[in-house]
């Protein structure tokens, strides 16, 4: 008899954790202000950050905030969706650190999306990158505001792909950084807005990048810098940059469809044009850059 109750006890045991660990792996948590990690990040009794809400869902999965307060740093490790919407957008405050670091090395696959946030490194001391991409791809950012930054705005030396959509960068040094440490990086970019910093696009070795439908503007350096990468640039505006509007520096450069004028200097390098772009009142001399047309 002491022996089926040990064996009812046992199994009572393994159901309680077996419930446990499914309810550590919902496929959709949320976060409040007023939450607490404790929670299970249920809708109605959601967690207080991203990071606590994360162990607790599964992969594939997505969190999403309540309200709109501030739900600190994260580091994932898994495919999975934040989202702040919910009528208003929820922050990530980096001061001194990253605000979001992707980095999944095993695994199921599939897609990080971070949507509706506000990335914002303010503080004594500024934030280093808004968004960190190690590993993991593809990782896609959209109606999201990114500023603040010591360093880039988005760092990527993973290989795969990254999007960027309505998203704004702002006070960076850098807008998009990318030096894939192996493979090729594939990086689009769509109605978006880079304003400040030294560079708008930075882009290394091994990395192809396409941006349209967007502005480039206050860069002091280099707005859009090839630095051994292929970067396309189509139907933007790139302006009012103290610095240089494009610089193939060692990398290539095709622009089209654009409107590049009061810029400190229109280019350097070799630019590969449509012929049908606007340009006026960029400063520099042209006698360093050549245009060719294809």
Known sequence: MKSFSALVLLIGALCLGMASVAQAQATRTWVSGVGDDVNPCSR???CKTFAGAISK?????EIDALDPAGYGAVTIT???TIDGGGGQVASILASGVQGVIVNITSGPTGPVILRNLRINGAGSTLGTNGINLISGSPLIVEDTRIFNFSQNGINATASGSLVVRNT????????????PSSG???VSISESLFSGGQFTFNVGPQTFLSVGHSTITGATNAAVLANGGIINVDTALVANNPGTALNAAAGVIRVSNSQIYNNGA???????????NLDAGNGG??????????
């Open 266 to 276: 229109r280019q350097a390098g070799t630019i590969a044009s449509a012929g049908n």
């Open 78 to 80: 898994k495919p999975i």
């Open 168 to 179: 704004s960068f702002e006070n960076t040094t850098t807008g998009i950084h990318t030096a």
């Open 285 to 294: 001399s042209a006698s360093s850059a050549t245009i060719t047309t294809f």
């Open 57 to 61: 869902t599964a992969s594939g999965g």
């Open 184 to 186: 090729q990086l594939a």
């Open 44 to 46: 109605t009794a959601p």
